[in-house]
């Protein structure tokens, strides 16, 4: 069952969600074996193009490049008129595999992942698609034929179901679950390839697609056994984490004992959605979580007790099963590829100083929240009292759903006031006003700060990035 809101009465039922499990094509677990990455002897004939380093950096700016960092660990493809680009062969041949892996696209960059060599699986910049198609991000690429009709050429893609792809200059985390074809004793192929399980950035996005012959650019015609093969001759792209495992026997398709037959209840987001409920995040229940659907397929969950932007996701908005579904006990759970924006705590504190530890509680705080009001497109803007100032807390969704857009307003602010932009492993600055931030998960890009300086610290173990607050505050992430 799907549910699509048309106005702002139904889009805000009031209900409790809670996670459950959808069904999908599972696998027989086994161990993976890593690609080691110190050198490039795991494949052959490497062309010139591809490096092993220990990092890849990229700048939003410049379309279709990467910058190597110093190391190892990174397999890297930067091609370019002294280092043409060339796809890349492992040594070993595989016919049943499971692959999971991370991989990083510079701006505008192409590639894709070929199993067997013959069926690709696309690797694209689709930051900016909201519907995609077999040749964007996660697609499984179209096979080609030059006899049919013009324009009718390519056939048999299959779209991802969503646009989970996170923006350029990030790594994404794939898993591909891959089904060899049969043969019978004289070499007559008796069943096709299948893609059993692709999973993007955390999301399934495809589920047992038959595979009816090779994809377009395929090396070789069918076989049981074929390499691992990453294309290099379409743009700068980096992998690393490679992970293979390796079938001995036929797995099973489909695992009856571990699937959920509950029909599910999904909510879209055709226009402009909201929807309260209970929100798990990692650590914490958010009980009073206001959830923000778009038609630009970026959404995000703002915690009412604390002021809060909790996360964003991109892909499809809730799922609300337990909203309906026997008892239920309290909780949503987005249908995309979830960024989370650190552990849940108060935007907005008061501090004696830079060092100071971050407020734990409403204790002298005087925290009044004040809900929400719609504009004309019915996007909430969040009003609380803080300190005895009032604020107000607008998130909008940025156009081409590149992210999200914050700014903060504090009416009379105290001194010594700052706000938490972000946090985790590892924040560092990239230029002047943008940062990468929890290991390259996403980017946040200060706009206005009132002339005050952003301030990275260490805080239990992780980073911080704070900045003092005089009136106004804006910045936007980016994912």
Known sequence: MVLRSKNHASRSLMGFLCLCGMGMAVVNPAAGQSVPLQDLSSFHDPGKSWSIAGDAIANLEKPDVLQAGTGTGVLLNVPDKTHPGQDLFSNAEYGDVDIELDYM?????????????????????????????????????????????????????????????????????????????????????????????????????????????????????????????????????????????????????????????????????????????????????????????????????????????????????????SMWHDRGNGCSRPRGMVQYLGTPAFTLAKLSSAEAAWLSDTTGTGYRPKGYVLDDKDRPTFKYFLYGAAVTDAVRVISEGHGVHRELTVAAPVDGLYAKLAQGRTIEALSKDMYIIDGKSYYLQLEDAGGEKPVIRDADGLKELIIPVRSKLSYSILF
């Open 105 to 321: 696209m510079a701006p505008g960059a192409n590639s894709g992942i070929y199993l067997q060599g013959r069926y690709e699986i696309q690797l694209l910049d689709s930051w900016s698609v909201t519907t995609p198609k077999s040749g964007d991000n996660g697609g499984i690429y179209e096979r080609w034929d030059d006899s049919r009709p013009a324009g009718q050429q390519g056939y048999d893609g299959h779209a991802p179901r969503y646009n989970v792809s996170r923006a350029p200059g990030l790594w994404q985390h794939m898993k591909i679950s891959f089904q060899a074809p049969r043969f019978d004793a004289a070499g007559h192929k008796t069943e096709n390839a299948r893609m059993l399980l692709v999973e993007l950035n955390g999301v399934t996005i495809h589920e047992d697609v038959e595979l009816l012959g090779p994809t377009r650019g395929s090396a070789s015609e069918e076989k049981a056994l074929g390499p691992l093969r990453l294309q290099g001759d379409h743009g700068a792209v980096a992998f690393r984490n490679i992970s293979i495992t390796k079938a001995d026997q036929p797995r099973k398709q489909r695992d009856a004992n571990r699937r959920d037959e509950t029909d599910p209840i999904l909510v879209d987001a055709p226009v402009n959605t909201i929807l309260r409920s209970f929100m798990d995040v990692p650590g914490t229940r958010i009980v009073h979580a206001v959830s923000v659907g778009s038609p630009e397929n970026v959404h995000y969950t703002y915690d009412m007790d604390r002021g809060m932007l909790v996360q964003v996701w991109r892909g499809g908005f809730l799922d609300a099963t």
